[in-house]
């Protein structure tokens, strides 16, 4: 297609018509930039290079403002690019710095372009490419424009060179060889008296420390003189930055820099550098009380202030110092604690941050007490930020600052009846937690249970749903604490618990069906204790026949609870009658029955197990004597028998588990399974099902077996395939014995699946039970007591790893290469480059110039000599000047001297040439590998 002619050019729209456009349009506006996009295309292929810039200017805005792709425009940009005219060149750079990546198809075409410009006399033409170098620089173009910007960086056009110490910060991070080029003449940048390049260097040195500040620890004299005599802020701040960075690595620069720091923060009126200040001392100084007690008085400055940036700052710097210095938290509690009602919500959520990091055991009440209080006058959105912090606080280390568990769980449930409360979820948790680990406060977890289930606002809300989850497993689970397991009986099954998912009620009929076997077992073992108390000569003298329930209140866990269940005797004052159990059957009956219809298949199943076990006791249980006038046989299993067995079951105590409780199971010997079992399906494709008439629920053909049951019909078919089933196991285990456990036996193969770990004794077992689960019993009691009116109660703990669930893992090695390059320039190296006047770097026989040349430019001998500071100032330039002088001012002979053992160093590096780059690589990684250590320091920290 051809571009469009003349009297499209004439006419063509420019970005100002196109932005009037745009505004214009109060519907439409799509269909108004889709033209304008196919106009653009029509220009954008025009042979005039004006068309062709105000074309790909007007792209460039859609591109910003509506993000439409410009990646067809590639090539054109480039065309616009190679225009002498500078307005078109600033529109083809602003283009390709928003257009342009890595993997551009023409990102190589731009080089020559850029060296072109790079090398301009038009110092704003430098700095437009500069400018793009820094957005699109690869690995490629850092390499091939290294030269360029070495010799940027002595241009005696500040404009200039500002932008190209800037660059180099990407240069570095894309090609890090370039660090052996550049880094001397950017380090002697910093002794430059101009404030904008300063203030480059500076910020490129900033952010060069905060990923390897170990690297820079030998640019400390820099840095210290410019501390000291730099009046720009920006300036401070940046090199504050960086003190606290490299403080934390050696003690003694610490001390050498902790009074300038204070200096700066009596005398500066500005509350930016003031606040850099203050975050210096209390991250990487906080060892010097005098430098953190100046800070803290200085952060009471910007908590007092009207304006709320200060305050926030001001909390912000509390926040920072509160972990190692609680007492600056403590002295300015009452401006925290007011800030809670501040209009600002950043503000609100720092002081809550601060009112947390003084929580212990000795105010966690109050402190949650004073907070709940906030959370319910609050916005929904703080009243969350409130109660996650108050269960995120209370819950740390396994509840270490938790003495009184039985207030806590109270407080929860106090916690959940907040109207805005969304913390369902992890109340939750803390409640089921709590019950496995403290037993001790499972009476009064059973009570605030009872008190959430029969609460009607919790089962309207569906973020408090969990909590009801977690109510209605504890009254189940902790049934034998309640004072009236009727009442919970009530409470689980009362009709507004349709409004909860499936999932949740099916946690309430289990549990119910909890309730109702413990009510069952209570009822015949009251049963059992009347008609025993009929007969005086079972009982011991001086007792008496009627037993009272009463007095079993206050058995303790550890001793009574359990004696009490065992008798029959539960710490319960309610009276299991003969009427009141029938309610209870009855009101199971009409609660569950509309639920066998459910289409919940959880739920479904639940509700038959429950009625089910109500249809096989209830005849049986209240009256024997009617199954005998009706002439029905008694069934083989008594109810009480039933009954007992799931009390039995429901009463295995639960615990909680390790993290790493599955990976103690040791693997049988001889297993060996393939990954992820990919070739089972294989093996298995050929298993044929079983008939469909061994599964038959007809009606059998033989009269005589209209009286069995259908648990008996269902053994008998059992047997019946017992032959066959077993041949056909056999044939299956003998062609692919390798997914089957080892027997140890003889060749009797059962039917059953083989136990996972076959131990030979008992003490065996126990052993590796304590291994599994090391309980940790030390009551976590302050050095002075508080004052409680009971100790603290144990909580079960498990391995280290129960408390930090993660593993944590190994962060991955990042690229060092940048790292290894400074050090090697700081530290010395074999192979640094020298930075001496050269016309080529690039030219091969320059980089193998490295004798005597390399002694005058050693960076190791700088670190060591020219680095050392001796209180003057002048001192460092001094030996700059000496070392120019030495090698200005030599006598013929002795440079012939020199040139001779030049040549011979030639001559001995052309044959070590091919390795020279691996052994510097090798070395910058031995540097990285060692163990740390101290940097080579100058003589100004000792």
């Not at 805005?61 to 307005?87: G, N, T």
């Not at 060069?208 to 840095?223: G, I, Q, T, V």
């Not at 009530?490 to 999932?503: D, F, G």
């Not at 569950?592 to 038959?608: C, K, M, T, W, Y």
């Amino acid at each position: 297609m051809s571009g469009p002619s003349l009297m499209d050019s004439l006419f063509q729209r420019t970005l100002e018509d196109l932005i009037k456009g745009l505004r214009q349009q109060l519907i439409g506006e799509q269909a108004f930039i889709s033209k304008a996009l196919e106009d653009i295309r029509k220009e954008i292929k025009s042979t005039d290079l004006s068309t062709k810039s105000t074309a790909l200017l007007k792209l460039s805005y859609l591109s910003s403002l509506h993000f439409h792709d410009m990646a067809f425009a590639s090539f054109h940009a480039l065309e616009v690019l190679s225009s002498p005219r500078f307005s078109h060149k600033k529109i083809a750079y602003h283009a390709i710095s928003l257009s342009f990546h890595d993997s551009t198809p023409v990102l190589l075409l731009i080089t020559n372009h850029l060296r072109k410009d790079l090398t301009s006399t038009n110092e704003f033409e430098v700095s437009l490419s500069l400018q793009c170098l820094s957005r699109i620089a690869n690995v490629d173009l850092a390499r091939d424009l290294t030269q360029e910007i070495f010799t940027l960086l002595s241009s005696n056009k500040l404009y200039v060179r500002k932008r190209a110490v800037a660059v180099v910060l990407r240069v570095f991070e894309k090609y890090p060889d370039s660090v052996r080029v550049c880094f001397k003449r950017l380090v002697e940048n910093l002794e430059n008296y101009d404030p904008q390049i300063l203030s480059a260097v500076v910020g490129v040195f900033c952010e060069l420390a905060c990923k390897d500040p170990r690297s820079y620890l030998p640019l400390a004299p820099e840095f210290y003189k410019i501390l000291v005599d730099s009046k720009n802020n920006w300036v401070l701040i940046k090199v504050l930055k960086i003190f606290a960075k490299l403080a934390p690595l050696e003690p003694r620069l610490a001390k050498r820099v902790v009074e300038p720091v204070c200096d700066h923060m009596r005398r500066t009126g500005a509350k930016s550098l003031l606040f850099e200040c203050v975050r210096t001392v209390v991250t990487s100084l906080s060892e010097y009380d005098s430098a953190v007690r100046l800070a803290v008085g200085k952060v009471r400055e910007f908590l007092v202030d009207e304006d709320p940036n200060l305050k926030y700052l001001g909390l912000q710097a509390l926040a920072i110092v509160a972990p190692k210095h609680l007492w600056a938290v403590s002295e300015n509690k009452e401006v925290v604690i007011k800030s809670l009602s501040d209009a600002d919500p950043n503000i609100k959520i720092e002081s809550l941050h601060l009112v947390m990091a003084m929580v212990s055991e000795h105010n966690v009440a109050e402190i949650c007490r004073v907070l709940v209080n906030y959370a319910l006058k609050a916005d929904p959105e703080f009243c969350n930020e409130i109660l996650n912090s108050i269960l995120s606080t209370c819950s740390r280390n396994l509840y270490e600052i938790i003495v009184d568990f039985d207030w806590y769980v109270s407080l929860l449930g106090e916690m959940s009846r907040i109207p805005h409360c969304q913390k369902g979820e992890e109340i939750e948790n803390q409640l089921i937690d709590i019950g496995l680990r403290v037993k001790e406060v499972r009476p009064e977890l059973v009570r605030v249970a009872r008190d959430l289930l029969i609460d009607p606002a919790l089962l309207g809300n569906p973020f408090l749903h969990r909590v009801l989850s977690a109510a209605a497993w504890s009254s189940g689970e902790y049934v034998e604490f309640s004072r009236n397991p009727l009442e919970l009986m009530e409470a689980l099954l009362q009709p507004r618990t349709s409004l909860l998912p499936p999932s949740i009620r099916a946690i309430y009929i289990q549990s119910a069906f909890k309730v109702l076997v413990f009510c069952l077992h209570t009822y015949l073992m009251q049963r059992e204790s009347t008609t025993s108390s009929a007969c005086p000569d079972n009982l011991p003298s001086g007792v008496s026949a009627s037993v009272s329930y009463e007095s079993f209140d206050g058995l303790s866990v550890e001793d009574g609870g359990d004696a009490a269940v065992t008798h029959g005797l539960t710490s319960t004052s309610a009276s299991m009658t003969d009427e009141s159990i029938v309610n209870l059957l009855n009101l199971v009956e009409i609660a569950l029955g509309p639920l066998l219809g459910s289409h919940d298949v959880e739920v479904q199943g639940r509700a038959r197990n429950v009625l089910g076990f109500v249809d096989m006791t209830k005849l049986d249980l209240l009256n024997p004597s009617a199954q005998e006038e009706k002439g029905l046989e008694r069934k083989e299993v008594e109810a009480s028998k039933t009954i007992e067995l799931m009390h039995d079951a429901f009463s295995e105590e639960l615990g909680p588990v390790s993290l790493t409780a599955q990976g103690k199971v040791p693997l049988p010997d001889g297993l060996m399974l393939k990954e992820n079992l990919g070739d089972l399906e294989m093996i298995c494709g050929d298993i044929q099902l079983p008939s469909s008439n061994s599964f038959s629920f007809g009606t059998p053909s033989n009269e005589q077996k209209v009286g069995v049951s259908f648990s008996n019909l269902q053994i008998k078919e059992d047997f019946e395939q017992s032959n066959e089933s077993t041949s056909l196991l056999a044939e299956h285990r003998k062609r692919h014995g390798l997914y089957y456990l080892p027997s140890g036996k003889s060749e009797i193969i059962s039917n059953d699946y083989p136990p996972a770990n076959d131990h030979t004794s008992q003490g065996n077992v126990n052993d590796n039970s304590d291994d599994l689960a090391k309980l940790t019993e030390e009551s976590l009691f302050p050095k002075k007591k508080p004052n409680h009116a009971k100790p603290r109660p144990v909580v079960v703990k498990l391995d280290e790893v129960d408390e930090k669930p993660i593993a944590m893992k190994k962060p991955e090695a990042k690229d060092d290469s940048l790292s290894g390059a400074v050090r090697d320039i700081l530290l010395g190296s074999e192979d640094v480059i020298p930075t001496s006047s050269r016309s080529n770097l690039s030219d091969k026989p320059s980089s193998k110039r490295r004798g005597k040349e390399k002694q005058d430019t050693d960076p190791h001998v700088e670190s060591k000599e020219n680095l050392v500071d001796d209180g003057n100032p002048n001192s460092r330039r001094r030996k700059h000047r000496s070392h120019g002088k030495e090698r200005r001012h030599k006598s013929p002979r002795k440079k012939n001297a020199e040139e001779r053992e030049d040549n011979g160093q030639k001559e001995k590096e052309k044959s070590t040439h091919r390795h020279g780059r691996h052994k510097s690589r090798q070395r910058a990684d031995e540097l990285l590998n060692v163990s740390p250590q101290t940097p080579v320091i100058p003589d100004f920290l000792l």
